[in-house]
């Protein structure tokens, strides 16, 4: 027990000996009304992998290691300094260099000293120098949260200028760094859906970028966003393009007449059909095609696809797109309902062309078995396609000739 009260008389002494805040007085203050000391903040882990200290003799320089409630006073000394200043994180870069000075307050001031900010302004808690003090530890947070993307060269040229006390500079190259790491992480979604073969030297120019930080500037920061951006725009075109004009040549195809208009016209068929493959194929494959101007071209294919579906209609024997099929009644509700049901009309809808259209396109793009790449989703997505296809071919031919009626049950 008199061991335990000469403890506390030399701890109580140390306390009130640490500088440069006052802050052991109001720690002991804590410790002696057994009140518990400032909430514990969250500790990033430090680069030097946690503390290492060596122990030495009871006096001398302060060694947490020698009693445990020495390092329940290290750790409470270290959340009060932190929290004295608002801050809610601990950064590594202190933590390093406490494992050398188990001293909080002397690993304070070397911290302090690094990173260009004063002493005794922090210790006034002047205003300027106190926000100084947050830019330089939120930096170095979010300088921990960009790893393992950013190279070692990027993280000490962002070091270099907070030592040399330019923070705005170091700010500003965090900010580059964070949008080119943002960037580079989507693309470990988009690149699996991304068809342009023009995405992947992308993201081998943001890696080159990232590379040489310190030459990089906002504006190409700014730019790389821009531009993936455009590549999600492209491929939302392409998707929505590919799949109605998937749609419109399964319909003609199905329905081509069998007469000598169609004989004749064969050959447009054939040339619609390798055209929309082609130019599919090349914006799939050729790095150095125009994506916005094969878009235009494949959309131009689907303009003139609608216009000569009307002509097909117009020239099909008899007006009914497919004379095989059983026009009973009861055959023909089922098979109207059936479909109706798969673009979520009701037995009550008389849905007209345009109005198919616009669901199937839309249906059609989210269940485009192109945005699957997992085989098992893809599989299940082509099923689901070729009955949305085929249901639409239903809706469209009952569009033309009039929807059945409903059987009456006797």
Known sequence: MKGFVKFLQWLDNYLLRIPPFSLAYRLGQRLRRRSPVVDPVEVLPAAAGGLCLAPTGFAGSFNPSVHPALMAVQEAAIHAIFNLFGLKYIPGEYLVILARKPDPTDAWVEFCQEFGLHIGRLGDLERNEV??????????????????????????????????????????????????????????????????????????????????????????????????????????????????????????????????????????????????????????????????????????????LMTFIDEIKANHDGGAFDPLVDTSAEVAWKEWSDAALVFGFGETAEPIANEIKKIYRKLALECHPDRFTDPTEKAVATEKFKALGAAREVLDRYAASGKPKKPTTK
């Not at 993201?203 to 990232?210: D, M, Q, S, V």
């Not at 310190?214 to 999600?232: C, H, I, V, W």
């Not at 329905?255 to 169609?262: A, E, I, K, L, S």
């Open 131 to 304: 926000n100084r003090l947050h830019q330089v530890v939120g930096l170095l947070i979010e300088l921990s949260q960009l790893r393992p993307e950013l190279e070692a060269s990027g993280r000490e040229r962002i070091l270099e200028a907070l030592k040399n006390h330019q923070h705005d500079v170091a700010e500003e190259l965090i900010d580059i760094a964070r949008s080119i790491i943002t960037l580079v992480r989507n693309a470990a979604t988009l690149g699996s859906f991304i068809v342009f073969p023009h995405y992947e030297g992308f993201i081998k120019n943001l890696r080159r970028l990232l590379a040489n930080l310190g030459n990089a500037t906002k504006d190409e920061a700014e730019k790389a966003l821009r531009y993936e951006q455009g590549f999600r725009d492209f491929q939302s075109q392409f998707d929505a393009v590919i799949a109605h004009l998937d749609a419109e040549i399964g319909w003609m195809l199905n329905f081509w007449p069998n007469n000598d208009w169609g004989t004749t016209n064969a050959p447009v068929k054939d040339g619609i059909v390798a055209m929309k493959e082609g130019m599919e194929e090349q914006l799939k494959t050729d790095v150095n095609a125009s994506i916005p101007n094969l878009l235009q071209e494949l959309q131009l294919i689907l303009d003139d």
